[in-house]
């Protein structure tokens, strides 16, 4: 059965189409959550896509988070939906308390587009179920703020719980731990920087991105079964 | 009684300032020797309404908790005002 992935939209995301055609590409399909809904309906994941929710105004996600569907995003993580945060999408979790730490300036102070080499750390997570650890996926980035940091006790337990999921082969941006992913407790929740929609075909110079995004729908499949 | 409130959003010590970093080094270039310790930061302004200056203080202090600041990476310090009309 095909799974089917939300995508929020909020007025300034900008990568919801590539993320829906993404999904597809690996098999799934999609469709958009309005910001404004105040359910995610019958969804069998969710992604936070990318851009630049809200204008960024404030801090990126500072404003994005008090949305309505902000709250059925946070319930359905709760009852163990899988749920991925890509770009500003990661930035809009760590503000809503979904995911520890936050995401600051990139050291160097410039914005950064480019693909890097990213290397798979962990599979105990809803975006790199199917992957392989140690895997080296060639991925794009697309940020000023994605120098992931966040206190010396959260990165004790990040690293301790094996909940880095990604990290940068050469670190772009500064983040500490070259961390470009993570996930919280229950592995069902992921923020990433990378965007791996955006290499989910040879077209656009790498597929690397598929097995994340068929990992999603590995885990969407998964947790439906297991709440019946 | 109606208040002027002035809320200075900086990042925590030891949170790299990259702006703060490069206006730092472009000062010498520019002829401004000897300055250091730049630091950048955001200032929020606003009038609130409040019975009392502690009353004003609470509600700006969760409003900072909540919205203004991102108490992982960031600090507030905050000036109340009583507005005499």
Known sequence: ?228 | MRFAVVVEVQLREGVADPQGATIERSLPHLGFDGVSGVRVGKSIRFTIDADDEAGARREVEQLCARFLANPVIEDTEVRVEELVS
Request: aromatic share 4%; with cysteine; charged share 20%.
């Open chain 1, 1 to 228: 059965m095909t799974r089917t992935v939300g995508v929020v939209l909020f007025p300034g995301s900008n990568c919801e189409l590539d993320v829906m055609e993404g999904i597809r590409e690996a098999g799934g399909d999609a469709r958009t959550l309005w910001h404004g809904d105040r359910s995610v309906g019958d969804v069998d994941a969710v992604v936070v896509p990318g851009g630049f929710a809200h204008g960024d105004y404030l801090r990126p996600g500072a404003i994005a988070r008090f949305s309505p569907i902000m709250s059925a995003v946070e319930k359905f993580a709760g009852d163990g939906g899988p749920v991925v945060g890509i770009c500003n999408g990661f930035q809009v979790l760590t503000e809503a308390g979904l995911l520890p730490g936050a995401l600051q300036k990139n050291r160097g102070l410039k914005f950064l587009c480019t693909s890097v080499d990213l290397r798979v750390e962990t599979t105990a997570s809803v975006l790199t179920s199917n992957a392989e650890v140690g895997a080296i996926l060639r991925i794009p980035i697309n940020h000023f703020e994605g120098n992931y940091t966040c206190s010396a006790r959260t990165l004790a337990e990040l690293q301790a719980d094996d909940r880095i999921v990604l990290r940068y082969v050469d670190n772009p941006n500064g983040a500490v731990d070259d961390i470009a992913g993570i996930c919280n407790e229950g592995r069902n929740v992921v923020g990433l920087m990378p965007h791996p929609e955006r290499a989910s075909s040879p077209l656009l110079g790498s597929d690397d991105g598929l097995v994340l995004l068929r990992s999603l729908l590995s885990s969407a499949a998964a947790s439906l079964n297991s709440s019946g």
